[in-house]
């Protein structure tokens, strides 16, 4: 399949055979390609948007069916070039996801959600298309394209699902049979016309480990979340005080969540990263909530520098925080926890005194 570019003429095949080099050169996984026509998810994303399972999240409303049609989003666009990078840190060691279960239930221990404990992926994925993006632009000329990670203008998911690079599973992640889930998604729109990839077939089966371990039961049904369970959304994405009910569920999850993926089948052939991005930092590999309670504001901004975490803000990160203490006081693990939020109280003002105040009450539960 040929298309032209400027007077010349490009073999689509080839050109995605380089493309797929180039792109594991630079820590990617998987390449795959998809057509821009995604009419058939769009039912299902006005039915989520409708019933109000994105919550807060206003972005995801704010550009209406351009998120299931690219060529809207991007003009010009004719295909979309996906990919996927493995985000399981290089040393996790075999067995890891026993390691994270004995850590969410320790409730002295603060759990980070694997994917954020090392840089931010937005940047490295971003810059990486972006590479591979200038690498075509030099093979083939100037061409119309624009990068996108984790970005709520386009259906990553379904984007994934037909470019033949992961299915979605009951949980609505992407889920590939030889990677699990532990990967992130980026897509560059292109207005050149590639060959497709078929699309990824479900593997899911009977199988629904995912909706019975979620601890907020926010996957209500296969394949249906609502966000506003879900404490990843919650403990990142929701910008004022947690629903007290939800509360006692969080546990010691102070940013994300990955108890469904923890229990999936698939994810024993989660893949380690090829980059040293994605290790974890010293301070966020194993810490616990008081080491974490007890950084300053400028502790927090310098040592998340760089990281996704830094995006949610000081007030959200001692929320969360407050709410994961509240969460030990209930479970008998003291051990100074009441000391450092009664000390907290006094200099804490706006949502966060009312979750200080929430925790220092779980103690009397
Ligand atoms: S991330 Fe956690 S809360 Fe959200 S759906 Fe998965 S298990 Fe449930
Ligand atoms: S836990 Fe089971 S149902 Fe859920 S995504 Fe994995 S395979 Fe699918």
Known sequence: ???????????????????????????????????????????????????????????????????????????????????????????????????????IADPAQATVSIYARGRDYHKVIRARLQTLAERIAATIGPFGHRVFTDSAPLLEGELAARSGIAWRGKHTLALHREAGSMFFLGEICVDIALPLAEPASAHCGECRACLDICPTQAIVAPYRLDARRCISYLTIEHPGPIPVELRPSIGNRIYGCD???????????????????????????????????????????????????????????????????????????????????????????????????????????
């Not at 399949?1 to 055979?17: P, T």
């Not at 006005?46 to 206003?58: I, N, P, Q, S």
């Open 259 to 365: 108890d469904c993926q923890l229990v999936c089948p698939w994810n024993k052939f989660a893949r380690r990263s090829t980059l040293p991005d994605f290790d974890a930092r010293e301070l966020l590999a194993s810490p616990t909530l008081l080491e974490l309670w007890a950084w300053s504001e400028s502790d927090f901004l310098r040592r998340t520098e760089g990281s996704a975490i830094r995006r949610i803000g000081w007030a959200r990160w001692r929320r969360n925080l407050a709410v994961a203490l509240g969460n030990a006081l209930r479970a008998g693990a003291d051990g100074g926890v009441r000391r450092a939020l009664g000390q907290a109280l006094a200099s804490t003002d706006g949502f966060v005194a009312e979750h200080v105040a929430w925790a220092l009450q779980q103690g009397a539960c």
């Open 1 to 103: 399949m040929a298309f032209v570019v400027g007077d010349q003429a490009v073999d689509g095949a080839k050109l995605l055979a380089q493309v797929r080099a180039w792109a594991q050169e630079l820590g990617f996984s998987q390449i795959g390609v998809a057509g821009v026509d995604l009419a058939g998810a769009e039912p299902g994303l006005l039915a989520w948007l409708a019933a109000g399972w994105h919550g807060e999240m206003g972005y995801m409303a704010a550009h209406g069916l351009k998120r299931a049609r690219p060529a809207e989003l991007v003009p010009g666009t004719v295909s979309v070039i996906t990919a996927r990078m493995d985000y399981l840190p290089r040393a996790a060691p075999e067995g890891w996801q026993a390691i994270e279960w004995r850590r």
